[in-house]
Nanobody, 123 residues
């Protein structure tokens, strides 16, 4: 299984980016997907979730962001708007299979992780 994240870069405050994550080696539609971010010297934190498979919970994302998925392309996206310097972090996509609610924000819920893509927001 591979998750390949892309789309990061340097953007000015107030700008936007769209991150992509292409998955291979798994049955994409069966998986719950998420984005996390990790700033320097901080813990990895939950950003957004898109449901799939058995549980298939409602999509959720932090303010200014939205998540979407294209099952035909095995791709999940993170649209990031009105970016702020505090959004600067490495962004990771993740995939897992959930059986119940409440697991979305936990890194332990996801079996597979992408390599991360760096987003830098300048002030």
């Amino acid at each position: 299984v591979q998750l390949q994240a892309s789309g990061g870069g340097l953007v000015q405050s107030g700008g936007f980016l769209r991150l992509s994550c292409i998955a291979s080696g798994l049955t994409f539609i069966e998986y719950d997907l998420a984005w996390f971010c990790q700033a320097a010297e901080k813990d990895r934190e939950f950003v957004a979730y898109s449901g799939g498979g058995t549980y298939s919970g409602d999509s959720v994302a932090k303010e200014r962001f939205s998540i979407s998925r294209d099952n035909a392309k095995n791709t999940v996206y993170l649209q990031m708007n009105s970016l702020k310097p505090e959004d600067t972090a490495v962004y990771y996509c993740a995939a897992g299979i959930f059986q119940r609610a409440g697991l979305e924000p936990s890194t332990n819920s996801y079996s597979y992780w992408g390599q991360g893509t760096l987003v830098t927001v300048s002030s």
